[in-house]
């Protein structure tokens, strides 16, 4: 099995909606672009990315979203290197359709005392159901590494909570940790190195808020 040397995850850029939530009354979420500030993020992250990759080979895979193709495409890595797939079980949690800006404050407000995890926006998901997906795509990704010539760089471009539950489905984390973390911000990163024990570690953690509150063996 040819396991990857390292898997970075990314955060799309800055997008429309993360600078104006009035836009999800008038456009889908799939379809927000980045904004200057974004595309901006976006580059200073390919940059980063050009220089650790260096002339290394990496399968790409992207959320289906607009913001996460811009954000791939300022990369600039070179083509001759990379094979990227689209990957919709990366894309962001739905929540919901053409939406009501009051009605999802409201949900968000429920979502924050209900958690994160279990509750389902209307006609939405839940970072349950965001979850699954994930962990299906995870699996996915580990049948991959079969193969003898996979690249030894795995690079993700999705969503801040499909990150989280991408670590926490592959370092078993409880619930109870998964809700006390942050998403991270706009264009930043968070790798899996392998290490000479075969295990893979995270290169920094995400920001915690709080300190986990378990129900009981497992926290």
């Known amino acids: ?8 995850l990314v955060r799309h850029g800055e997008s429309v909606g ?10 889908p979420d799939h379809a927000l672009a980045l904004t200057e500030k974004g595309w901006q993020q976006a580059e200073d992250t390919g940059k980063q990315l050009r220089e ?10 992207v959320s289906p979203y607009r913001r996460t ?3 791939f495409r300022a990369f ?5 290197l990379i094979r990227v797939r ?29 958690g994160h995890f279990f509750y389902r926006f209307a006609q939405g998901e839940s970072g349950a159901d965001v979850y699954d997906r994930v962990g299906g795509f995870l699996e996915s990704l580990y049948r991959s590494f079969e193969a003898p010539d996979h690249p030894p760089n795995v690079l993700l471009v999705t969503h801040g909570l499909a990150m989280r539950l991408f670590c926490m ?13 942050s998403n991270p911000g706009n264009g930043e990163t968070r790798m899996l190195v392998l290490g000479e024990d075969g295990r893979y570690t995270l ?6 808020w709080r300190d986990p509150e378990s129900y009981g063996v497992t926290g």
Request: proline share 5%.
């Open 203 to 208: 290169d920094r953690p995400f920001e915690q």
């Open 169 to 181: 489905r592959w370092f078993h984390w409880t619930v109870a940790e998964f809700e006390s973390l």
């Open 52 to 61: 650790l990759f260096g002339r290394e080979r990496v399968s790409v895979y």
């Open 1 to 8: 099995m040819a396991r990857p040397r390292r898997i970075v």
């Open 76 to 80: 600039h890595l070179d083509p001759e």
């Open 86 to 114: 689209e990957e919709p079980r990366l894309r962001e949690q739905d929540w919901g359709n053409w939406q009501d800006r009051d009605d999802v404050r409201l949900q968000k407000a429920y979502r924050d005392a209900y």
């Open 18 to 27: 993360n600078a104006d939530d009035t836009v999800y009354e008038r456009e």
């Open 69 to 71: 193709h811009e954000t």
